[in-house]
C-alpha cells in the first residue's frame, strides 16, 4: 500500500510547513480563517462565465505563499493530483452550451468553453486558499478557531480526533493489509469476500480503541469539552491583513479589473 | 497517616457477557509502597486495575482510596488522586499535540493558565521530554510515547500511580530509562507486568492473581523464590534469578 503511506506522509509535511513562523503563520488562526471563507464566498459568488474577472483573486493565494514562505511546486503538484475530479465536473459544458460568446482573433470561444474555464479557475484558487490556510495554520489551530468562531463543539472535536487518528488508523488498516497479502496465493484470498470482513474487524478494533480513549479521557477528568491552553489575540496585523484583504476581494468581486484596466489603456493609445 | 491508602475489598466483577473476571479480591496498599500486581494472561489484573480509579464499578465488594469510598460522587477526586497510565501510549495520548495532552488534566481539574503551563513544563520536565512538547503524539517513538504518558499522568499530581505494562513495547535500553525513572517517584506504584525483571528492580512487594483471585501476597523476593507458586500460576522465576544457561 505504498500510495495511502506516502499520502499520509504528505500530511506531516503540510504539519512541518504550518510550523515556520512568518508573518502569516504569526497571524491569529481566526483572522486567517475568516478571510479564507470571505475568499471562498468572492470567487464562488463571481458569474458562471467570469475568467478574466477571477484573475486578480490569484494574487491572495500568490500573497500567502510568499510571505508565508511555501514551496509553490509543492501546491500545484497537489492540485494537479485533484485537478482529474474536477475536469469530470465540466468536461461536458463545451458540448452543451455552444452559443459563441466571444472571438480571440478567428477563434469562437463558447459559453460552455467559458464555463468550463471558469469551474477550473474556482477550483484552483478555492483548493489551493484551503491548502495554504492549513500549511499556514496548522489543522488544530484551525479547528480552534472554527470552535472559537462558533463551529459546534462536537464537530471540532471530531475534527481534532479525526486527525489524531487517522495515523493509528491507517498503519492498523495497513498492517491487516500486509497481512492478508503474505497468505494470499495465485489471487485467492485477495477477494471481495476476504475485504468486506477485514473491513469488518478494523471496524470493530476501532470500536475497542474508542471505548479505551474514552476511559483515558475519563480518567482524566473529562466532561463533555476539550480545552487547549491557549491565548488567541486579534491585535493591529490581524485587523490589517483582514481588512486589506476583504476590501480587495470586494473591489475585484464587483468590478472586473481586467477588463476596466484593459479599456482603460486602450483609450489612453487610442 | 490514613492518606493514599488504597484499599481493596472482597472485590467482585462480573461483566455482562457472564465472565466471572474477579471473584473476592482483597488487600491493603499503603502510603509509598511500589507493589507489583502479576498474572497470567486473563487473570483479571486489568479488570481489578480499571476498578482503582472508577472506571469499572464494583459487582460485589468494596474500593477505597485515602478516606475515601469509590461512589460515583467521590469519583473526580479519586480520579485526581489515582494516575493511571495505559498500556498502549496512543490509547492516552490523544491530543493533538504533546503539550496539549499533557494540560489536557490540569484544565479539565479548572486551573488557571499559568498553573496549566507551570504544571505541563514541570510534568515534562520530570520525563525529560520538554523538548518534544510540540511535536504531535504521532511522530514520537515508542519509549517516548511512554514518557509523555506518564507526564499526562504527573501533571494532575496524583499521589498514586497505577500502570499497565509499563515496559511493553520498549528497546532494552529505553526500558532501563523507564526502570530508573520510575525508581526516582515517591508516589506509591501499583505495577500490573508481565516484566518480573522489571518487578525486582521497583516493587518490594507482589500479588499474583490467578483466576480473579488473589494467589500470593508478600515480599517480591519471597514469591519469586517459589518455584512451585509461580508455575501454579502460570509465571516463571525472573531471569536474573534463574541460573545462566550459558556459564552454569
Known sequence: MPAIDTGFYDISHLDTLAAQDSVIHRLDPRAKVLTTLCFVLAVVSCDSHAVSQLMPFFFFPLFLIVLGNLPVLYFCKKLILLSPFVLFIGIFNPFLDRTVMLHIGPMAVSGGWLSFFSIFLRFILTVSVAFLLVATTGFTAVCMALEKLGAPKVFTVQLLFLYRYIFVLVDEGVRMVRARALRCFNGRGTGLHAFSQLIGSLLLRTLDRAQRIHMAMQCRGFRGDIRLNRQLRIGRPEILFMAGNLLFFLLVRIYNVPQLLGTFLLERSL | ?248
Do not use: W
Open chain 2, 1 to 248: 497517616m490514613s492518606h493514599h491508602i488504597v484499599e481493596v475489598r472482597d472485590l467482585q466483577h462480573t461483566y455482562p457477557d457472564g465472565t466471572h473476571a474477579l471473584r473476592g479480591v482483597s488487600f491493603l496498599i499503603h502510603h509509598g509502597e511500589s507493589v507489583a500486581i502479576v498474572g497470567a494472561n486473563g487473570a483479571g489484573k486489568s479488570t481489578l486495575l480499571q476498578h482503582l480509579n472508577g472506571y469499572l464499578m464494583p459487582t460485589a465488594g468494596q474500593v477505597r482510596i485515602g478516606d475515601l469510598p469509590l461512589t460515583r460522587k467521590t469519583m473526580p477526586e479519586i480520579r485526581r488522586t489515582v494516575g493511571m497510565v495505559f498500556q498502549d501510549p496512543d490509547d492516552q495520548l490523544f491530543m493533538p499535540s504533546v503539550y496539549d495532552d499533557v494540560a489536557f488534566g490540569p484544565l479539565n481539574l479548572d486551573l488557571p493558565g499559568e498553573e496549566v503551563d507551570k504544571r505541563v513544563i514541570r510534568a515534562l520536565e520530570t520525563v525529560e521530554a520538554l523538548h518534544l512538547r510540540d511535536r504531535p503524539p504521532y511522530k514520537l517513538s515508542g519509549g517516548q510515547k511512554r514518557r509523555v504518558a506518564i507526564a499526562s499522568v504527573l501533571s494532575m499530581a496524583p499521589d498514586i500511580l497505577v500502570m499497565d505494562e509499563p515496559s511493553s513495547g520498549l528497546d532494552p535500553r529505553a526500558r532501563n530509562q523507564l526502570i530508573s525513572l520510575l525508581a526516582t517517584f515517591r508516589h506509591t506504584k501499583i505495577i500490573a507486568t508481565h516484566d518480573l525483571d522489571l518487578v525486582l528492580d521497583l516493587c518490594e512487594r507482589t500479588i499474583i492473581i490467578h483466576e480473579g483471585q488473589v494467589m500470593a501476597d508478600g515480599p517480591t523476593t519471597e514469591i519469586f523464590g517459589n518455584t512451585e507458586l509461580l508455575s501454579a500460576s502460570h509465571l516463571e522465576k525472573p531471569l536474573r534469578m534463574q541460573g545462566c544457561p550459558v556459564c552454569s
